[in-house]
């Protein structure tokens, strides 16, 4: 499979794609050939610096701002990259937020701010995506596939966390709804899958990999010994896209490093 070229004549949206994972997946859906939409919801410098070197590599590319937690917004969202491209092929519902509190102290106001874009701005831009893809019908060069969606999911869909109700609430609910969703659309040509990533090296979580005590501690989680890059999801996001790819369907890829084993069972139960 030539990376460079397995996304060719597609074009993928990305949410919440100025920084992090949402950034280097647009980045590598471009290097993989396809047109991009760089969606971000306040961070427009980061966004705009993307979409640069995304043209400046000979690619292309548009920043777009959207909540994707606001019905309108993601409705001008796609309007935008309709627009500009034509078509949307790929949609990668990466936005997600973190607003950590034990049970007892969490607001209601933090309860719903997850919720809305974790869960609802999923629901919102799925639902976008199944709608285009169904008015624009296939087109050469477009894939084997309808359309191709992947929600951007956690290992805390399936490893409770304690302190983040709100958050491993959100990513449980993503599971099933991808699940649903993927079984209700699949005749039609339409591939629904997830990503569950493990501890990723982002700007959210740098105290935890940059100090080295908290980062000795969060290695004793991960059987593979390493914390993870932003380019390990991205990677993924792109075979997940891919023809390579066109029997997956309704499927959680976990790119955990092994997060998700259990590793503290390793040494008995």
């Not at 894939?143 to 929600?151: C, N, S, V, W, Y």
Request: aromatic share 6%.
């Amino acid at each position: 499979m030539n990376a460079e070229h397995v996304l060719k004549q597609q074009v993928a949206l990305v949410t919440g794609a100025s920084s992090g994972i949402g950034q280097a997946t647009a980045e590598a859906m471009a290097q993989a050939g396809a047109a991009v939409v760089v969606n971000y919801h306040s961070q427009a410098e980061p966004a705009q610096a993307l979409v640069a070197k995304i043209q400046d590599a000979g690619g292309r590319a548009l920043a777009v701002r959207a909540d994707v937690g606001d019905e309108d917004a993601v409705g001008r969202l796609f309007d935008e990259a309709v627009k500009a491209f034509g078509r949307v092929d790929i949609l990668v519902a990466n936005s997600g937020v973190q607003r950590d509190a034990p049970i007892g102290e969490m607001t209601l106001s933090q309860w719903n701010e997850v919720i809305n874009t974790n869960l609802t701005g999923q629901f919102l831009c799925a639902r976008a995506a199944v709608r285009q893809f169904r008015a624009q019908g296939r087109a050469p060069g477009s894939g084997r596939a309808l359309g191709k969606i992947i929600h951007m999911s956690s290992v805390h869909q399936v490893i409770p966390w304690a302190g983040h109700a709100n958050y491993a609430a959100s990513k449980g609910g993503v599971d099933l709804f991808m699940r649903t969703l993927a079984q209700e659309v699949a005749a039609e040509g339409i591939r629904v899958n997830a990503i569950a990533p493990g501890a990723i090296a982002t700007a959210i979580n740098q105290d935890a990999t940059e100090d080295e005590a908290s980062r000795q501690k969060l290695l004793k989680m991960i059987p593979y010994g390493r914390v993870g890059d932003v380019k390990d999801v991205a990677h993924a996001a792109v075979w997940l896209a891919s023809d390579a790819a066109d029997y997956v369907v309704g499927t959680t890829l976990f790119v955990d490093g092994g997060m998700s084993l259990y590793p503290e069972f390793r040494f008995g139960g």
